[in-house]
Protein backbone atom coordinates (compact mmCIF):
# COMPACT_ATOMS: atom_id res chain seq x y z
CA UNK A 1 0.00 0.00 0.00
CA UNK A 2 0.97 3.55 -0.66
CA UNK A 3 0.30 6.11 0.98
CA UNK A 4 1.26 9.92 1.12
CA UNK A 5 1.21 12.60 3.35
CA UNK A 6 -0.83 12.28 6.23
CA UNK A 7 1.15 10.82 9.20
CA UNK A 8 -2.11 8.70 10.35
CA UNK A 9 -2.78 6.61 7.61
CA UNK A 10 1.04 5.13 8.63
CA UNK A 11 -0.47 4.28 12.31
CA UNK A 12 -3.82 3.07 10.78
CA UNK A 13 -1.72 0.67 8.10
CA UNK A 14 0.81 -0.77 11.01
CA UNK A 15 -2.72 -1.41 13.81
CA UNK A 16 -4.13 -3.37 11.07
CA UNK A 17 -1.68 -4.88 10.03
CA UNK A 18 1.23 -5.04 11.86
CA UNK A 19 3.64 -6.77 10.09
CA UNK A 20 3.80 -3.89 7.65
CA UNK A 21 7.52 -1.80 6.93
CA UNK A 22 6.64 1.99 5.97
CA UNK A 23 9.15 2.90 3.25
CA UNK A 24 9.83 6.78 2.49
CA UNK A 25 9.49 7.48 -1.14
CA UNK A 26 12.60 9.89 -1.07
CA UNK A 27 14.51 7.33 -0.18
CA UNK A 28 13.55 4.55 -2.82
CA UNK A 29 13.98 7.74 -5.55
CA UNK A 30 17.36 8.07 -3.60
CA UNK A 31 18.49 4.55 -3.23
CA UNK A 32 17.36 4.21 -7.13
CA UNK A 33 19.35 7.47 -8.68
CA UNK A 34 22.46 6.22 -6.36
CA UNK A 35 22.53 2.58 -8.17
CA UNK A 36 21.55 4.13 -11.43
CA UNK A 37 24.46 6.23 -11.11
CA UNK A 38 27.02 3.95 -10.54
CA UNK A 39 26.77 2.47 -13.87
CA UNK A 40 27.76 5.61 -15.02
CA UNK A 41 31.29 6.72 -15.92
CA UNK A 42 31.31 10.29 -16.31
CA UNK A 43 29.79 12.44 -13.63
CA UNK A 44 26.68 13.43 -15.50
CA UNK A 45 23.81 13.73 -13.14
CA UNK A 46 21.68 10.74 -13.43
CA UNK A 47 17.68 11.53 -12.04
CA UNK A 48 15.32 8.86 -11.00
CA UNK A 49 11.81 10.38 -10.69
CA UNK A 50 8.28 9.16 -10.71
CA UNK A 51 5.70 11.72 -11.80
CA UNK A 52 2.07 12.20 -11.89
CA UNK A 53 -0.93 13.58 -10.58
CA UNK A 54 0.16 13.31 -7.23
CA UNK A 55 3.60 15.50 -8.01
CA UNK A 56 6.57 14.55 -8.44
CA UNK A 57 9.09 12.30 -6.26
CA UNK A 58 13.06 13.25 -7.48
CA UNK A 59 16.27 12.11 -6.85
CA UNK A 60 19.55 12.84 -9.10
CA UNK A 61 23.04 10.92 -8.62
CA UNK A 62 26.48 12.40 -9.80
CA UNK A 63 29.42 10.68 -9.54
CA UNK A 64 28.01 7.89 -6.95
CA UNK A 65 27.19 10.72 -4.64
CA UNK A 66 23.55 11.96 -4.43
CA UNK A 67 23.34 15.49 -5.39
CA UNK A 68 19.49 16.14 -5.00
CA UNK A 69 16.18 15.51 -4.23
CA UNK A 70 12.92 16.77 -4.19
CA UNK A 71 9.45 16.59 -3.72
CA UNK A 72 6.79 18.60 -6.34
CA UNK A 73 3.49 18.83 -4.88
CA UNK A 74 0.43 17.85 -6.67
CA UNK A 75 -0.89 20.96 -8.50
CA UNK A 76 2.41 21.11 -10.22
CA UNK A 77 3.03 21.17 -13.87
CA UNK A 78 5.38 19.17 -16.27
CA UNK A 79 7.08 22.33 -16.49
CA UNK A 80 7.25 22.93 -13.13
CA UNK A 81 9.17 19.23 -12.18
CA UNK A 82 11.19 19.83 -15.52
CA UNK A 83 12.02 23.34 -13.96
CA UNK A 84 13.22 22.18 -11.04
CA UNK A 85 15.19 19.32 -12.12
CA UNK A 86 16.72 22.04 -14.41
CA UNK A 87 17.28 24.19 -11.68
CA UNK A 88 19.33 21.84 -9.67
CA UNK A 89 21.89 20.86 -12.24
CA UNK A 90 22.78 24.46 -13.50
CA UNK A 91 23.17 25.34 -9.66
CA UNK A 92 25.81 22.72 -8.96
CA UNK A 93 27.18 23.63 -12.11
CA UNK A 94 26.52 20.24 -14.03
CA UNK A 95 25.51 20.35 -17.75
CA UNK A 96 21.88 19.76 -18.28
CA UNK A 97 22.94 18.26 -21.83
CA UNK A 98 24.73 15.16 -20.24
CA UNK A 99 21.98 14.42 -17.38
CA UNK A 100 19.68 10.65 -18.22
CA UNK A 101 16.29 10.69 -16.78
CA UNK A 102 14.51 7.29 -15.55
CA UNK A 103 11.04 7.83 -14.93
CA UNK A 104 8.15 6.03 -14.03
CA UNK A 105 4.62 7.55 -13.43
CA UNK A 106 2.20 8.73 -15.96
CA UNK A 107 4.72 9.49 -19.39
CA UNK A 108 2.26 12.85 -20.26
CA UNK A 109 3.84 14.52 -17.35
CA UNK A 110 7.32 13.73 -19.09
CA UNK A 111 6.44 15.35 -22.78
CA UNK A 112 8.59 17.97 -23.81
CA UNK A 113 11.46 17.36 -21.47
CA UNK A 114 13.65 15.43 -24.00
CA UNK A 115 14.60 19.22 -24.97
CA UNK A 116 17.12 19.12 -22.13
CA UNK A 117 17.42 15.60 -20.91
CA UNK A 118 17.39 12.56 -22.32
CA UNK A 119 14.60 10.15 -21.05
CA UNK A 120 14.47 6.39 -20.37
CA UNK A 121 11.24 4.93 -19.05
CA UNK A 122 12.22 3.25 -15.92
CA UNK A 123 10.71 -0.08 -16.51
CA UNK A 124 8.31 -0.08 -19.48
CA UNK A 125 7.03 -3.86 -18.44
CA UNK A 126 5.47 -2.44 -15.47
CA UNK A 127 4.15 1.09 -16.43
CA UNK A 128 0.76 0.25 -16.33
CA UNK A 129 -1.10 2.02 -13.55
CA UNK A 130 0.74 5.23 -12.89
CA UNK A 131 3.48 3.53 -13.41
CA UNK A 132 3.25 2.47 -9.19
CA UNK A 133 4.30 -1.35 -10.14
CA UNK A 134 8.13 -0.44 -11.34
CA UNK A 135 8.17 1.90 -7.67
CA UNK A 136 6.45 -0.95 -5.58
CA UNK A 137 8.97 -3.22 -6.78
CA UNK A 138 11.49 -0.63 -5.79
CA UNK A 139 10.33 -0.76 -2.80
CA UNK A 140 10.50 -4.50 -1.74
CA UNK A 141 14.52 -3.84 -2.20
Not at 20 to 46: D, G, I, N, P, Y
Not at 70 to 94: F, I, K, W
Not at 97 to 119: H, I, P
Request: aromatic share 8%.
Amino acid sequence: MVTSGNDSWARHVSAVFPQAQMTSMAAVMAHEALRLSQSKTEEAWVFRVHIGAQGMHAAAAAGKVLQWEQLVPAGCTSEDALYAMVNACHRSGADVKDALVFWSGEGQWTQGWNRFVTLSEANPKEAGGGGWGVVLNLMRG
